[in-house]
Structure formats: structure tokens, C-alpha cells
């Protein structure tokens, strides 16, 4: 079954980035580590604060369209409800060195 992910990033100002993946490892990875240049890069967007997961890319698409066109005091409220401290949830992720690389994530 394919996996997809709807989710939230914020820099440490609270400038927000909604994105949707089928890996999300490796793009939270991308992020923290700005290695594609863009808006994330650019505003120091580094902190995964909110994911939810589906199994429909064309649901993970209109989700992720609909989450963009709130205002940003709904999507901040969509992430207090499940990261009330917005805490990274990508902490750890990478500390082992044979993960540290997206390239080996399976899956």
C-alpha cells in the first residue's frame, strides 16, 4: 500500500510551509538540511511540526490545497492540536549514521 503525507513545517519565527510527499524521511531530511532551494530554504523552515497520512494520493493533494488556503491561525490550531509545544517531530530521526542518509530509508 502507497503512503502518503500532508504536512506542516515551521522555521523557529513561525513562518509556515504545508507540503505533501510519499516519503516523508526524506523530505523532512530535505528540509532540516535545505538542500532544495525555495521558500523553505530561503525562511529557515527546518521543523516538522504536523503530518497526518493517507493512503490516497488525490486526497493527500486536496487536503494539502485545502490546508493552504486557511488562515494562518487555523493551521496553527490544526498543529496545537496534536503538537500543542510544536515540538520537531523529525528529533531524532537522524542521529543514527545509517539513516542519517535518506538514500538508505526504505519505504
Do not use: C
Not at 538542500?35 to 529557515?44: E, I, R, S, W
Not at 503538537?83 to 530509508?105: I, T
Request: no cysteine; charged share 20%; net charge positive.
Amino acid at each position: 500500500m502507497n503512503h502518503y503525507y500532508v504536512y506542516i513545517m515551521s522555521s523557529h519565527q513561525g513562518t509556515l510551509y504545508i507540503g505533501m510527499t510519499n516519503d516523508l524521511y526524506r523530505r523532512a531530511y530535505e528540509h532540516r538540511h535545505k538542500l532544495v532551494p525555495g521558500f523553505t530554504q530561503k525562511y529557515n523552515v527546518t521543523k516538522l511540526v504536523y503530518y497526518e497520512e493517507t493512503s490516497n494520493v488525490e486526497s493527500a493533494i486536496t487536503r494539502e490545497k485545502q490546508i493552504k488556503g486557511w488562515l494562518r491561525s487555523k493551521k496553527a490550531a490544526l498543529v496545537a492540536s496534536s503538537n500543542p509545544y510544536w515540538a520537531d517531530l523529525a528529533e531524532g530521526w537522524y542521529e543514527d549514521r545509517s539513516l542519517a542518509d535518506p538514500s538508505f530509508h526504505s519505504g
